[in-house]
């Protein structure tokens, strides 16, 4: 299986305890590094590939791909339809797509979203939460506060989809979506749910 934009890997070798072969792919190299180091201390082996998610050098090798905690959606409508198209090459005839993602309408009704957070070394981190209706993109700022001042940390600009429009796009691929919770816990999808999961499957070819 293939954990696409895996992090420092905690996913990938938790699968690969559970006996799966999995490869990571992420951007981040050092990210990577972690996760090759992780993978040994716990006797578990992975393959780990830097690279970019539009253009995914795989064709029908995996049965099952994942991707938790909205790492699709940061690029222009265009190019998440380039990832979309990569992952299908990527999975062989009947593999099966899970997607975890900001649930647009929730982040709809609940308007602009601030959020404080204490760190361990006394200073303050806020999250402010933006929403553009007219592109359905979301804006999040991480700003840290102490002591010398206020710097902005990272700034990410992601597009959320609904869940009609993510079933659209994935149908373009040839993948039929299955199942839709409102969260990794397998609760059910509604308008208060905060996340949007995906179980997609692509056809037999």
């Known amino acids: 299986m293939l954990d696409l934009a895996c992090g420092t890997g905690r996913h990938a070798v938790g699968m690969a305890k559970k006996g799966f072969r999995v490869t990571g792919v992420d951007f981040n190299p050092n990210y990577l590094e972690i996760a090759a180091a992780d993978a040994k201390a ?4 992975a393959r780990w590939m830097p690279g970019d998610m539009r253009a995914l050098p795989f064709e029908r090798e ?3 791909i994942y991707s938790f905690f909205t790492s699709f959606g940061y690029y222009s409508d265009d190019e998440n339809d380039q990832v979309l198209a990569a992952l299908a090459r990527a999975l062989r005839p009947g593999g099966c797509l899970l997607l975890d993602l ?6 709809l009704t609940h308007g602009q979203q601030r959020v404080w957070n204490q760190r361990e070394d006394g ?6 939460v933006s929403f553009d209706l ?3 993109r979301v804006t999040s700022r991480l700003t840290l506060v102490a002591a010398e001042g206020a710097r902005v940390m990272k700034e990410f600009n992601l597009r959320t989809y609904t ?3 993510l079933t659209w796009l994935l149908a373009r691929h040839g993948f039929a979506v299955e199942s839709v919770w409102g969260g990794a816990d397998g609760s059910e999808y509604s308008t208060e749910s905060r996340r949007l ?3 997609a499957r692509l056809a037999a070819r």
């Open 123 to 128: 200073s303050l981190m806020m999250e402010e």
């Open 102 to 107: 900001v649930h647009r309408d929730w982040i």
């Open 134 to 136: 007219r592109t359905s």
């Open 42 to 45: 716990a006797g578990v082996e």
């Open 62 to 64: 995996f049965d099952a």
């Open 163 to 165: 869940c009609a429009e």
């Open 197 to 199: 999961v995906l179980l």
